[in-house]
């Protein structure tokens, strides 16, 4: 199948898709759509099959059961996605070539152009530098319009093609990156910066301090409330803690109920007031889950603090700060600790 057939495919889906996601009253939100994308489309069959017991049975698409679907058919798919975004793109640069080929005798220097281009689209090619490619791709190809009306409707095609794949590119990458319940960024993104952060604090003499944050006794709150209490208490924690950073800071989804907070630029004891900070703002804050009309009393975190030291890998960093948190844990809960050579 050709790129144009493609598109068109595409497109039949998206017309599809949309209108049954409005039926059934579920909003366009980007998860939502990959699902009922990859169900109009009919490429997986486990998927077709719950939605479809849904619909006979009349099911309401609520929120919780949106986002059941999507994390039990999409979101492990997503490095695929990756990938097909890639291999489209690659596709579409050699459809360019041919088209230049046969219209226009323009070989040599379109050749020499796409064949680069291709070589930059590697699977560890940054986003940075696939969003480069591609508007040096668009804007090569915009401006071989001279070449007569037939090819610039051609080459318009299959620019707005490109745009496209710019856009489900960056998308996929994005979603890549973030935690599904909290909508912060999720432990690969964490993995990313704290190794770029990394290398400018080494590179550049600069202070940096890791925070791994642990709900307290959140077991508990599962145990007595239900699952879906407790994913809103992660939901209000995150977004709590984000409100409580500063713009250079970054959080992320460390695991399970514990998070993580990096501090460019952040010397010990900054580190450890702003860890302070958060740690006694859910002291004196009593959660009441609204929906369920429940009281879950005052829900305190622990607060592990660490102080980067040159040479050190990523990975002693992060035990550092686990053992100050664990310490902390052992210690009553509630409380932040700093750890320096295995000792308080």
């Not at 959140?218 to 939901?235: A, S």
């Not at 970054?250 to 514990?258: D, I, K, P, S, V």
């Amino acid at each position: 199948m050709d790129n144009r057939n493609l598109i068109d495919e595409a497109n039949g889906y998206i017309r599809l898709a949309l209108p049954l996601m409005s039926r059934q009253n579920i909003p366009i939100t980007p998860k939502n759509y990959a699902v009922w994308y990859r169900y109009v489309s009919g490429a997986d069959g486990d998927l077709s099959k719950a939605i479809d017991a849904m619909l006979q049975k009349g099911e309401e698409f609520s929120e919780e059961s949106n986002e059941m679907l999507y994390q039990r058919f999409c979101a492990e798919k997503d490095e695929n996605e990756l990938r097909k975004v890639r291999e489209d793109l690659q596709q579409v640069l050699h459809t360019i070539l041919k088209e230049v080929t046969e219209l226009t005798g323009q070989t040599q220097e379109y050749e020499a152009f796409a064949s680069h281009s291709v070589t930059m689209l590697w699977e560890d090619a940054s986003i940075q530098e696939i969003k480069n490619v591609v508007s040096e791709i668009i804007d090569k190809t915009k401006s071989l319009g001279r070449f007569g009306k037939t090819i610039r409707h051609k080459l318009k095609e299959t620019a707005e093609a490109l745009e496209e794949l710019r856009k489900d590119f960056e998308q996929v990458k994005a979603e890549v990156l973030v935690d599904f319940l909290t909508g912060i960024s999720n432990r690969k993104a964490f993995d990313n910066t704290l190794n770029m952060r990394i290398e400018e604090a080494a590179s550049g003499d600069k202070d940096l301090s890791l925070l791994l944050i642990d709900i307290d006794n959140f077991k508990r709150i599962n145990d007595e409330f239900g699952h879906l209490i407790g994913d809103e208490t992660l939901k209000f924690v995150a977004k709590k803690i984000r409100e409580m950073v500063k713009g250079g800071d970054f959080l992320a989804r460390f695991g399970g109920e514990e998070f993580a907070v990096i501090l460019p630029r952040t010397h010990l004891a900054g580190a450890e007031a702003v860890a302070e900070n958060i740690r006694s703002f859910f002291a004196k804050t009593s959660l009441r889950a609204v929906e369920a009309a429940k009281n879950l009393g005052v829900v305190t975190v622990s607060v592990g603090v660490a102080y980067y030291r040159p040479g050190e890998s990523s990975k002693d960093f992060i035990h550092r700060s686990d053992q100050a948190l664990y310490l902390a844990k052992n210690a009553g809960k509630n409380r932040v600790i700093t750890v320096s050579d295995g000792k308080q």
